[in-house]
């Protein structure tokens, strides 16, 4: 398999399932600003979307969205645990934390990347939905209880962008918490590295 992925973006997230899952890929980093890849391919020849992730199966197929890719590859090692078995209600809880984050929270941090006035009424919105799940933390590991699934991977990648966008987290414990153990986890300090973010 291959992933494009752009450092620190939200194929993070996907980077960290892969780390997790044991499974063997390869990475190609995408500079998201010119749509190149390192060896001057237009990213647009490969991907129409234009974004990351890209996931690319071994026998050419391609997956583009976060929350799908983050199960494709749980799914490919369930012996790994990393979401609970398709057709259950825990399955459809870790499909319901994917879409929270991906809607709630990955779509309203967007536009602050890029907004130079008029972001305190989506800053606002975001820190009311942070706030939300420090407290679906509060006595649990994980977003799911004890057990680490794909989904912590995403919440992890998504919170990190705080401090890019000016959102104080500090008073929210069991989020940070959440992250301190999500930082202790080589899986992710393998991420990290692999895309120079962790020394």
């Known amino acids: ?9 939200c194929s993070l997230a996907p980077h960290i399932a892969l780390k997790e899952s044991g499974l063997s890929f390869e990475t190609i980093a995408v500079d998201t600003s010119t749509h190149t ?44 645990q990393l979401a609970p078995a398709s057709g259950t209600y825990e399955r459809a809880k870790l499909q319901e934390w994917l879409n929270f984050i991906a809607t709630e929270l990955h779509k309203g941090f967007s536009p602050l990347f890029t907004l130079k006035v008029g972001a305190e009424p989506l800053k606002a919105r975001l820190e009311a939905r942070l706030q ?51 930082e202790a ?9 692999a895309e120079g973010l962790l020394k």
């Open 37 to 80: 890849l390192a060896d001057g391919t237009d990213y647009y020849s490969i991907n129409a979307l234009g974004y990351v992730p890209m996931l690319v199966l071994d026998d050419g197929r391609l997956l583009h969205e976060v929350a799908v890719i983050l199960q494709y590859v749980a799914d490919q090692v369930p012996e790994r």
């Open 1 to 9: 398999m291959k992933l494009y992925y752009a450092t620190g973006a």
């Open 132 to 182: 939300w799940i420090d407290s679906e933390l509060s006595g649990k590991s994980y977003l799911m209880g004890d057990v680490f699934t794909v989904a912590d991977a995403y919440l992890f990648v998504v919170q990190s962008w705080c401090k890019y966008c000016g959102i104080d987290v500090s008073a929210l414990m069991n989020l940070n918490a959440f992250a301190c153990r999500m």
């Open 185 to 193: 986890r080589p899986a992710v300090q393998a991420a990290l590295r």
